[in-house]
């Protein structure tokens, strides 16, 4: 059974960068595809961008020129950067599975598991 | 990308009764692409579909979903007091994946 655990700071300065990793237990980073989804104060959710299983990475439009998703399989966990950030980004992140490999094959999926979210506040 | 918008904002009902809850796409969305969450306060989303009418493990079958190209619906048969939520519809079968804005069911 997949759980996730993400994790960082709940404070970040205005034009600096938002930095969070989830922490993957029960299955293998390299096994699934990984998505961010963040939701400010009051507001719905609001998806930042995905990794599949080779890297492949794809950005909410929005937000494509200040974000990057990356894998990192030695500590078996998956990180998000955004850079530059405003008031606007202040939200819940959370971390989530976006799909599955089983077989050699690899497939898009709806989030079935969630971390628990971290807010992060963006102060001036 | 695909635009998703549920309606009606706000459902406000008494326990016991049938909730309908929408979800238009902007283009034709495989059925298999498209999910429903659940969200209370404080918590993180859940997962109720996975592919328009298939619950996840767990779902209890007061709660169906059907539709097909561009409308997709959420049904709750009878409501119970936990039900009162947040309901997000969601496509993730053509990049970037996108959510509706949310319809908020609460007690009348």
């Known amino acids: 059974q997949v759980q996730l655990q993400d994790s960082g700071p709940g404070l970040v300065k205005a034009s600096e960068t938002l930095s969070l990793s989830c922490n993957v237990s029960?299955?293998?980073?390299?096994?699934?595809?990984w998505t961010w989804i963040r939701q400010p104060p009051g507001k719905g959710l609001e998806y930042i961008g995905m990794i599949t299983s080779t890297e492949t990475t794809n950005y909410n439009a929005s937000l494509r020129s200040r974000v990057t998703v990356s894998v990192d399989t030695s500590k078996n966990q998956f990180s998000l950067k955004l850079s530059s950030v405003t008031a606007a980004d202040t939200a819940v992140y959370y971390c989530?599975?976006?799909?599955?490999?089983?077989?050699?094959?690899?497939?898009?999926?709806?989030?079935?598991?969630w971390g628990q979210g971290t807010m992060v506040t963006v102060s001036s | 990308e695909i635009v998703l918008t549920q309606s009606p904002g706000t459902l406000s009902l008494s326990p016991g009764e049938r909730a309908t809850l929408s979800c238009r796409a902007s283009?034709?969305?495989?059925?298999?692409?498209l999910a429903w969450y659940q969200q209370r306060p404080g918590q993180a989303p859940r997962l109720l579909f996975f592919a328009a009418s298939t619950r996840a493990t767990g779902i209890p079958d007061r709660f169906s979903g059907s539709g097909s190209g561009t409308d997709f619906t959420l049904t709750i048969s009878k409501l119970e007091p936990e039900d009162f939520a947040v309901y997000y519809c969601q496509q993730f079968g053509r990049p970037p994946r996108t959510f509706g804005q949310g319809t908020k069911v609460e007690i009348k």
């Open positions: 029960g299955a293998s980073v390299s096994d699934y595809y």
């Open positions: 283009q034709s969305v495989r059925s298999s692409h």
């Open positions: 989530a599975t976006a799909g599955f490999c089983r077989n050699g094959v690899c497939y898009v999926a709806a989030s079935d598991v």
